[in-house]
């Protein structure tokens, strides 16, 4: 058999590989061919993505970091800002769920970490195949116990996220974890290598050979059949040396003693140094002998692009270096001055003795290829045929049975897998529209979510851009956080061929325009293309996360109802639909169109109505549409209540249809007046009233009624039961 | 009154115990693993939670044996008061400070729950003052407590069911004095109206009493 060149095993085109001797004077050696086919891997260059990226709005006035650094971060006041960014670990999940999910985890700290910020609060993003497949139920569950083994272990609280189940997910899951950090404006690290004579100090684990290509290898094609052989590409975790790398940064972080910090991701040392080097418009050398190594016989490139996690690379001057080693030895971590900072502009490695790399540190980052990608668009969905939907005989069963279904059920199991609560900040747990999460030391709490509606953007990829974001922003308002900053995880097939181009373009364009209209700026973001198999391509699936502002954390409002006699109004606008819906179970049909500026008015008026104290529960209609939001505020509260639902095409649409930009709210009765002069134009209606111990829903003619503990012992069991 | 707060590498509820014994009106010391000696004045001690040294080894054991865990001795040998929250509990087995040993859960799974606990014996300096049920939230991997329960001084007991699969529902034991005591839920993460329950306040409060 004969081998593919070099340059192809390695994942370059011909063309780029005729690029690099023209970037560089001469042809490249082995180690810096393979630091270029890892910079210019999608994972770490964004080539097929960068143009439509240019679209999401980034500006705002409480953005003090926007996209370019390790993350994003926006000014919460008193001197404070709040760091956020989500990032997949999709491919690694794939192939080796438990220490994928973890070591994911693991990076996305590290990125938050890198600004200098303490990280406050995790959630995760989850899809996997449909719980009737054994290989689905290993990935998830590992990738469940891997999420939980590193972030219990490192004290950062798991307090969210979400998680769906379909087929479409049954060869490509996805595992996409976001962070939040705090960190003080002023004290605010950023990535860019400053000063010629500078150390490079690099901290925390051995480098060995784990992780080995991982961005390239896994992040930048199909998987196909034989990922098993990929597993050596995955990293190993340790979350005890992440808390202790953590302890010891900030407190060095604190004290003012790193120049500049990074941390060590996909493509490891060679991705942290030349965006150090090229962001600051500087040279780094690099003597690999002084690394510390895990297997002494490492040649120069694995050495260059290990992906060993829990590592950091910090700028020290002459002056704090002491300090830095001595810190870094308190904590037990093995700290090496592996290099200096240089002007001339280039990466250099030496090797015993030998420069084995010697390439301007910009050839790297800033001239990787940029390619449009094909936008052939997709015909049109037509809207669901609603008669050739079955309708059900009897709506209380129907509605039980979408209780206990993995993606509707409650993801008690899951959550009580993490420790929600350590740093004792968590105001509002895991299982309502978004976490509360009070900022240390103050009295302002942050809402955070992930959202993402990828049945919606498969039929209609601009309107369900608009919808993720719009969700996102309702589950905020919920709990009366008015909507601040955005972080975003692309997650989709194959760019290169089919409508994938289009539809990544189409949902970038739907959820620009909603954020424009919310003014909620993008800070930070990460691509993850490729996710498909021979047979198989996944839905779009644009995970969202974002985080709002509560002036006051005891000013937060819950999903669950809180007294019998309360009102229960249905606010908001808009026409519940089965197309791809819960109910449907599939991305057939097509919903309606968001009207975003009546869901701008709508999360407003329910930030307002909390701040007003107004609000004695808010929960936003989503999947599986009214049915399931009553009877999970009623669950939570332990408190039924009797409601007429406005009818519409028929019943089981009425009950179970989503879209719209809708939320079912209580309040005290004598507020009702005041809440409606507070509503102006949106739309809000009192449906009934809370109280019993049964939800009873009347819709035109007919009624659905189901025990609150029937629904709690459905929808809480179901996950259990499915995994058993 | 102050009360030292123990630090190992992988400590991660130090900071949460330090602001509980704020709140119950004493002041908070930190103690670092490696020193020989308890800061000046120490009336009690906390040993948080956490993962010390990642729980390599068993959970506790190499905590168990750090330099300032002599001096937790002493303490405890002199009649001082020490408190062990979960990870601080299984250091305090491992010690053998406290009877018994934290097993893996029944579940074999991390759980992350609110819990109610009944008083089991009100007789010691920690419990004396507390009224269950007492509703405060559990978070481990390894907390089902094995011993004997006819010998050791059982002071708590979950109420209904039995999280973690504990012998006799035991959620938290003391030594025979009654000065050191060790239990797996957080009280320290129950004393602030904010995050839902302010029934670990009693037991923190035992630490700055006279």
């Known amino acids: 058999m004969s081998e593919a060149p070099l340059h192809r095993q390695l994942g370059l085109t011909d063309a780029e590989n005729d690029r690099i001797p023209e970037l560089i004077g001469r042809p490249p050696t082995d180690p810096e061919l393979v630091m270029f086919s890892l910079m210019w891997s999608e994972h770490c260059s964004y080539k097929h993505s960068k143009p439509l990226l240019r679209r999401f709005p980034t500006d705002g006035p409480r953005v003090v970091q926007g996209p370019g650094e390790n993350a994003g971060a926006v000014d919460v006041g008193d001197g404070w800002a709040v760091a956020l960014k989500v990032e997949s670990h999709n491919h690694p999940s794939a192939v080796e769920p438990f220490e994928g999910a973890a070591t994911g985890v693991g990076g996305i700290v590290r ?89 490079l100090v690099l901290i925390g684990n051995r480098t060995g050979r784990d992780g080995i290509g991982g961005a390239s290898v896994l992040a930048s094609a199909e998987l196909s059949e034989d990922d098993a052989d990929k597993r050596p590409s995955v990293q190993v975790s340790d979350p005890f040396t992440e808390r202790k790398l953590m302890d010891c ?139 050739a939907v079955p309708a059900p005989a009897d709506l209380s069963a129907a509605w039980l049975e979408l209780l206990a279904r993995p993606t509707i059920a409650s993801k008690r199991w899951v959550y009580e897998r993490y420790d929600h609560l350590v740093g004792a900040n968590t105001v509002r747990r895991p299982g309502g529209d978004a976490a509360v999460v009070r900022l240390p030391g103050m009295d302002r709490a942050i809402a955070i979510t992930t959202d993402c509606a990828e049945r919606h953007c498969e039929s209609d990829p601009l309107g369900g851009g608009m919808a993720t974001v719009l969700e996102a922003a309702r589950n905020l308002a919920c709990t009366g956080a008015r909507p601040m900053a955005a972080t975003d995880c692309l997650n989709f097939g194959n760019p290169e061929k089919g409508a994938t181009g289009w539809r990544l373009q ?98 407003d008026f329910l930030a307002g109505a909390a701040e007003a104290g107004l609000l004695r529960s808010a929960h936003d209609v989503s999947g599986g549409g009214i049915a399931v939001t009553l009877a999970e505020s009623a669950i939570a509260g332990g408190i039924g209540c009797e409601v007429n639902v406005p009818p519409g095409r028929r019943a089981d649409e009425d009950l179970f249809g989503e879209g719209g930009g809708r939320v079912v709210a209580t309040c005290r009765p004598g507020d009702l007046a005041r809440l409606r002069e507070l509503a102006g134009g949106v739309p809000m209606a009192a449906i009934g009233t809370v109280g019993g111990s049964t939800v009873t829903a009347r819709v035109g003619e007919r009624d659905a009624t189901v025990p609150v503990a029937r629904a709690r012992d459905a929808h809480e069991g179901a996950l259990r039961a499915a995994l058993a | ?127 004396q003052a507390l009224i269950g049920p007492l509703s405060i939230p559990v978070k481990n991997h390894d907390g089902a407590w094995y011993g004997d329960p006819s010998t050791a001084r059982v002071v708590l007991r979950y109420r209904g069911e039995n999280p973690l699969g504990a012998v006799d529902s035991v959620a938290g034991v003391a030594n025979g004095a009654g000065n050191v005591m060790g239990l797996m839920p957080h009280p320290e993460e129950a004393v602030d109206p904010l995050l839902g329950s302010v029934d670990g306040l009693g037991l923190i409060s035992a630490l700055v009493a006279r």
């Open chain 1, 249 to 387: 940064c900030l407190e060095l972080a604190a004290a003012g003693a790193f120049a500049a910090l990074q941390d060590l991701g996909a493509a490891g040392l060679t991705s942290a140094a030349s965006e150090m080097a090229a962001k600051g418009g500087v040279g780094l050398l690099i003597e690999l002998d002084r690394i510390p190594l895990r297997e002494q016989d490492m040649a120069p490139a694995e050495i260059l692009v290990s992906e060993s996690q829990e590592r950091m690379l910090a700028e020290v001057t002459e002056a704090r270096l002491a300090e830095v080693l001595a810190v870094c030895e308190r904590w037990e971590l093995l700290a090496t001055v592996i290099g200096t900072v240089t002007d001339t502009g280039n990466f250099t490695a030496v090797h015993r003795g030998e420069t084995v790399v010697d390439i301007p540190a910009s050839a790297l980052t800033d001239d990787a290829p940029v390619y449009g990608v094909p936008v052939d668009p997709a015909p049109a969905a037509a809207p669901l045929d609603l008669d």
């Open chain 1, 506 to 603: 189409q949902v970038i364009e739907g959820m620009s325009q909603a954020l424009e209209a919310l003014r909620v700026p993008v800070v930070s973001g990460n691509v993850s293309l490729y996710n498909e198999s021979p047979g198989r391509v996944i839905y779009p699936t644009p995970v969202v996360g974002m985080i709002g502002l509560l002036e006051d954390a005891g000013a937060s409002v819950g999903h669950a109802f809180q007294e019998a006699g309360d009102t229960v109004l249905l606010i908001g606008g808009g026409t519940p639909r089965l197309d791809a819906s819960e109910w449907l179970g599939r991305a057939e049909g097509a919903p309606p169109v968001p009207d975003i500026a009546a869901e701008v008015a709508l999360v």
């Open chain 2, 1 to 127: 009154m102050t009360v030292a707060v123990v630090r190992f590498p992988g400590s991660l509820d130090h900071d949460s115990a330090a602001r509980a014994v704020r709140t119950a009106g004493g002041d908070a010391a930190p103690a670092w693993h490696q020193d020989a000696e308890l800061p000046a004045g120490t009336h009690a001690v906390i040993i948080p939670g956490g993962f010390s040294y990642g729980d390599h080894l068993r959970p506790g054991a190499i905590a168990s044996r750090s330099p300032i865990m002599g001096a937790v001795r002493r303490h405890a040998e002199a009649g001082g008061l020490v408190l062990g929250i979960c990870n601080g509990f299984q250091v305090l087995c491992e010690s053998g400070l406290l009877p018994g040993a934290l097993r893996t859960n029944a579940s074999l799974s991390f759980v992350c729950r609110q819990v109610e606990l009944d008083v089991a014996d009100g007789d010691t300096p920690f419990t």
């Open chain 1, 111 to 199: 990125d938050i970490l890198a600004l200098g910020a303490r990280p406050i609060a995790l959630l995760d993003s989850l899809r996997f195949g449909t719980l009737d497949s054994a290989r689905s139920r290993h990935l998830f569950t590992r990738a469940v116990d891997g999420i939980g083994h590193y972030g219990n272990c490192i004290g950062v609280p798991t307090v969210g996220g979400e998680v769906l189940f379909d087929d479409r997910y049954e060869d490509s899951c996805l595992v996409n974890a976001m962070c939040v950090g705090m960190v003080r404006t002023d004290g605010m690290l950023k990535a860019a290598a400053r000063t010629p004579g500078n150390h």
